[in-house]
């Protein structure tokens, strides 16, 4: 079999199911409140996503910007607008608490170990963790993959058998084809056999989150499909990684993470 294969996996929703545990309403309040934000105008969830995260995400996942600072620059218009005062230093310390939190919950499932390791050992297969994030994401997800034994670099980087591919690295979010240009010369001049997709597409956020809605997400499995094939010139199959119950739980994540697993041996054999 000539050329290599490529095998794409998502982060959040997919790798790490606590990445989106952390917008259970319990969770994102307590972290809101334990952090500061909330009694700086953060307060309540609805605010959180249509007045802060929502305004701010393309740009915040597409550029270094980072999580923090796009929280401080959306929570003190909202703080001034409800005449609080909020010094500059101690607004940052409250955003790098809450991403600190956030990121402590964006753990990789250990579910996913012997697949990772066994896919980083493989000839001819490069992997990269893909995602739409914000820039602390990288050197975090880096770290993940180290803590499991599995040697990976930044995309743009490159040079490793397992690589992570942030659209706040690449400019450009992964429903782009920007993004996957920007990959493309990373993976060598060997053609590709195939491009193996695992992602949840953002069906596992969050209800409140809009990034998870059903329309959205069907439009971005679609158009990253498309994208993948014109891109990289290969056969793309997908695995779409949802959970008929978002939260996962009673060995739903653990058993769907197996199904991956198995779809994907298949599919890097072939």
Request: aromatic share 10%; proline share 4%; with cysteine.
């Given at each position: 079999?000539?050329?290599?294969?490529?095998?794409?996996?998502?982060?959040?929703?997919?790798?790490?199911?606590?990445?989106?545990?952390?917008?259970?309403?319990?969770?994102l309040r307590q972290a809101l409140v334990e952090s500061g934000l909330w009694e700086?105008?953060?307060?309540?969830?609805?605010?959180?996503?249509?007045?802060?995260?929502?305004?701010t995400w393309e740009v915040?996942?597409?550029?270094?910007?980072?999580?923090?600072?796009?929280?401080?620059?959306?929570?003190?218009?909202?703080a001034e607008a409800r005449g609080l005062e909020a010094e500059e230093e101690d607004l940052r310390a409250r955003a790098?608490?809450?991403?600190?939190?956030?990121?402590?919950?964006?753990?990789?499932?250990?579910?996913?170990?012997?697949?990772?390791?066994?896919?980083?050992?493989?000839?001819?297969?490069?992997?990269?963790v893909a995602t739409d994030h914000y820039a602390e994401a990288t050197?975090?997800?880096l770290g993940q993959l180290a803590a499991m034994g599995v040697a990976a670099a930044p995309a743009l980087q490159g040079g490793a058998?397992?690589?992570?591919?942030?659209?706040?690295?690449?400019?450009?979010l992964k429903a782009d084809r920007a993004f996957w240009q920007r990959l493309r010369p990373v993976l060598?001049?060997?053609p590709l056999r195939r491009v193996v997709l695992v992602d949840d597409f953002g069906a596992n956020e969050g209800v409140l989150d809009s990034y998870g809605d059903r329309s959205r997400v069907e439009r971005r499995v679609a158009a990253t499909a498309e994208v993948l094939g014109g891109v990289f010139g290969a056969p793309v199959q997908v695995f779409c990684?949802?959970?008929?119950?978002?939260?996962?739980?009673?060995?739903?994540?653990?058993a769907l993470v197996g199904e991956a697993g198995d779809f994907l041996r298949r599919a890097v054999a072939k």
């Open positions: 079999m000539s050329g290599q294969v490529l095998v794409v996996l998502d982060f959040s929703g997919t790798l790490s199911l606590g990445a989106v545990r952390f917008a259970r309403d319990e969770v700086l105008g953060v307060d309540s969830l609805e605010t959180f996503w249509r007045e802060v995260v929502d305004p915040a996942a597409t550029t270094s910007c980072g999580y923090a600072r796009a929280l401080c620059e959306r929570v003190r218009a909202l790098e608490a809450f991403v600190a939190r956030y990121l402590a919950y964006s753990a990789i499932d250990p579910a996913w170990g012997p697949l990772l390791r066994e896919l980083a050992a493989r000839p001819g297969v490069t992997t990269v050197p975090h997800i058998r397992v690589l992570v591919a942030n659209s706040a690295d690449l400019g450009a060598g001049k060997e990684f949802w959970l008929a119950d978002r939260r996962g739980e009673g060995g739903a994540y653990e």
